[in-house]
């Protein structure tokens, strides 16, 4: 059986088209307007989920918290001043943006960092994305797991073990549907770090769970990685989302926007078709006429009598496959002909003894 999972009216399996999760995260910069606007361009480009985060920056981080971040784009020192930038959007603002996800068509998710969150976040969304450093937060992954919902769990800097471990305490405490993402846990990913091959890892680890792929590299406009991870496998793919990639800040230079969006959701459903629903190898129904014509059979050279008895410099092997396949060869030297047949005769079980 296929590992299996339901994201809002979604049902997905190992060879589901990708669920495509539109991370805006704090993109709205604590504006309204612009996070509505960004969830337009969320729809727009196709995406399933708009995604948020919800914390306060005194809940998630001290104020002695360093930035891991690249300094040349996001000048923040500290991990609790960065947060504290975005941090303004209350319990309220995030239903808000949920009856708006609601009104254009498109499902509404947003990350809790802290306990209030995965409270009021609960009635307002059809499923828990919790992120990468909170793989090991044995309580708070307890907490989410009791509300019985679908949970896609971020694995950036993680071990199989610690990994192993976040999967049984989501199980133990009540999640009967999990995801793994593959991700890197760098902002931005260079391409030789994004190690797009721990994909089939974990499907190879994890074969119970839906795999997918949280991205964190620069977006090409072939949009190499999210392709490629989905070519390995992964149907759920979660990319940072912006309005503009000049702006300064954390998480626009290394998001993709409203363009690479459409053009990955393209090339995604491409190559969904291309990929086809089978793993194990066997003809397909419409190959059935290039089995019948474009193989050989065995062929008379010459005429030859009834009762002749064949022998290799009697036969060759010719167009249409109809008759007795060359895979039989030894079997058909030192047969009879039960009748006369004349050169070029397709030969057939029928024809021999």
Known sequence: MRPTIKLGSRNLDSKSKPYVIAEIGVNHEGSMVQAKKL???????????????SYKADTL?????????????????SQHAL??????????????????????GIAFVSTPFDDASIEFLDP????????????????????????GKPVILSTGASTLEEISAAVTELEAAGCKELALLHCI???????????LGMIRGLKRSFPDNVIGYSDHTLPDDAMTSLCAA?????????????????????????????????????????????LGPEEDKAPIESEA???E???????????????????????????????????SWDDVIGSILIRALESDHVLTWEDIK
């Open 39 to 53: 969830i337009d361009l969320a729809r727009e480009g196709g995406a399933d989920a708009a995604k948020f985060q």
């Open 61 to 77: 981080a001290s104020k002695h918290s360093p930035a891991y971040w690249d300094r040349t784009k996001e000048k923040t020192s």
């Open 83 to 104: 947060f504290q930038k975005y941090d303004n959007f209350s319990a309220n603002d995030y239903k808000e943006l949920s009856e708006y996800c609601d009104s254009v």
């Open 124 to 147: 307002i969304m059809p499923f828990y994305k919790i992120a990468s450093a909170d793989l090991t937060n044995t309580p708070f992954l307890r907490k989410i797991a009791k509300k």
């Open 185 to 195: 846990l760098n902002y931005p990913t260079p391409d030789i770090q994004a190690h």
């Open 230 to 274: 989905q070519l390995l496998g992964a149907v759920i793919i979660e990319k940072h989302f912006t309005h503009d990639k000049t702006l300064p800040g954390n998480d626009h230079y290394h998001a993709m926007d409203v363009h690479d969006l459409k053009r990955f959701v393209s090339l995604s459903e491409k190559i969904n078709v291309l």
């Open 289 to 291: 006429i290039s089995r």
């Open 293 to 327: 014509n474009a193989r050989r059979s065995i062929v008379l050279k010459h005429n030859l009598a009834e009762g002749h008895i064949l022998c290799e410099g009697d036969i060759t092997y010719k167009r249409p496959g109809s008759g007795i396949s060359p895979a």
